[in-house]
């Protein structure tokens, strides 16, 4: 078990500040919210905003592989974020038209003589 | 840089690890041009390590397993997605890092890539699921509507033909109410109408007897001729004006059912076998003149009865004079009229 610390160094050591990374999770998460994530997915929303901000901690400490790693998971859960505020949004729409159709059934057997 | 996305960069040592990484993604294009060195390096380094399962990747790998297991079977929709795919490139991706040993902040970090690929592969499975509930639910309610639509208009349609059919009965019976009466108009006209020609025809009837000079008799009606038709002892029709004759012919051409019996009578002077004979002659001669006027023979008989008879007595001239006749019995019906 030699080579993680090794490895470890030399990423230190070459890895500039992930500045792309940093504004890729900003944009998602904003996307996220626009969308209405911090009601439907307030979970998700809440980690990924927590994420960015360790981030950019990190990425002001100068630990660039860090801020790399916070801003990729940062990323993601803004994506699931919004992905699940998605998915919320499509299952409400199969419960109304259900029930829209559950009352048009009612009122066609109402009318039938 | 040692994520796999920046495995060009890699240099040196982390090349080795960077490798190792690389290959579940070399399997999964099916390229296996790798580097046998790299690999075996991999290899030594995973077997120099205690098999302890990282517990987040094992998280995720368990996670990644029931959600294979929660794809309908039906394949109603589509599982693989872009979601699906960057699932398991994270899973591998993980997985290598585990087995090659690889650093473990660097691990740590790549399970947490996997599980979160894994949760939104798992979100987009359930938005597709969804998605297509609603499709369905909207065909439905489009086929409901149709169905709403269609039963609407039979309905209308029904109660438009049951006005009609009631208001096509309501003029039928008003139609008929509209025959009845008008049949019942013509019928009474009709009865009238017989009525009042039943009795035209009686009274023109009795007008024409009376212009006829007849008497009502047992046989029928009499119209009595005396002796000025016939000059003595001859039978030939003598000709004047307003003769009762001439009035009998129109009677019985204006009514045809009538049947006329022409009998002849004579006085007492000369022999009994003449005045038969001459009776006979004037009887004959009038009915063939009535025949000649266009009335049918076979309405019209004729006889001759000579003295018998008489009408008054033989021993005057006034006598004689009312004895020398031809009387015209006509019937009632249209039957011929019985001789004496």
């Known amino acids: 078990m030699t080579a993680a610390p090794l490895c470890l160094l030399v990423a230190c050591a070459g890895t500039p500040l992930p500045t792309a990374e940093l504004a890729v999770a900003a944009a998602a998460l904003a996307h996220a919210e626009a969308a209405g994530s911090a009601q439907a997915a307030p979970a998700q929303t809440a980690q990924a905003r927590e994420k960015l901000r360790l981030a950019r901690v990190a990425a002001a400490d100068g630990d660039a592989l860090r801020a790399q790693r916070l801003a990729q998971q940062g990323e993601l859960d803004a994506l699931l974020a919004e992905s699940l505020t998605d998915t919320a949004k499509a299952r409400q729409a199969v419960l109304d038209t259900q029930a829209a159709n559950a009352a048009l059934r009612e009122e066609m057997a109402r009318q039938r003589p | ?340």
């Open chain 2, 1 to 340: 840089m040692q994520t796999p996305r920046s495995t060009p960069h890699a240099r040196g040592l982390p090349a080795a690890r960077a490798q190792a990484v690389a290959v579940p993604r070399a399997a999964h294009l099916g390229r296996t041009g790798l580097v046998w060195g790299a690999l075996a390096l991999a290899a030594l380094v995973a077997c120099s390590t205690p098999p302890t399962p990282h517990p987040r990747l094992a998280a995720a790998q368990d996670d990644w397993r029931q959600l294979q297991a929660a794809v309908p079977p039906a394949a109603t929709v589509a599982p693989a997605g872009p979601e699906w795919r960057e699932a398991e490139v994270a899973l591998a991706r993980a997985t290598a890092a585990e087995a090659a040993a690889a650093d473990p902040d660097e691990l740590e970090h790549l399970a947490t890539l996997a599980q979160q690929r894994v949760a939104l592969a798992r979100s987009a499975l359930t938005r597709r699921v969804a998605e297509a509930d609603v499709a369905q639910a909207q065909q439905t309610r489009d086929q409901l509507r149709l169905a709403a639509r269609t039963a609407e208009a039979d309905r209308a349609q029904r109660q438009a033909q049951t006005a009609q059919r009631e208001t096509s009965q309501a003029q039928r019976e008003a139609q008929a109410a509209q025959r009845d009466t008008q049949a019942a108009l013509r019928s009474a006209d009709r009865a009238q109408r017989q009525a009042s020609q039943a009795e035209g025809r009686a009274e023109r009837l009795a007008e024409d007897w009376k212009a006829l000079n007849a008497r009502q008799t047992e046989r029928g009606m009499v119209l009595t001729i005396g002796d000025v038709l016939f000059d003595s002892n001859h039978a030939e029709l003598k000709p004047g004006p307003a003769r009762s004759i001439d009035k009998l012919a129109v009677y019985l051409k204006a009514h045809p059912q009538h049947h006329a019996l022409i009998e002849g009578f004579t006085d007492s002077q000369g022999s009994e076998a003449a005045n038969q004979a001459l009776s006979a002659r004037r009887a004959s001669a009038v009915m063939d003149w009535l025949v000649g006027q266009g009335v049918a023979a076979d309405r019209l008989g004729a006889r001759g009865y000579g003295e018998a008879f008489p009408l008054a007595g033989n021993d005057s001239a006034g006598g004689r004079q009312m004895n020398r006749r031809v009387e015209i019995v006509l019937s009632e019906d249209s039957r011929p009229v019985a001789p004496r």
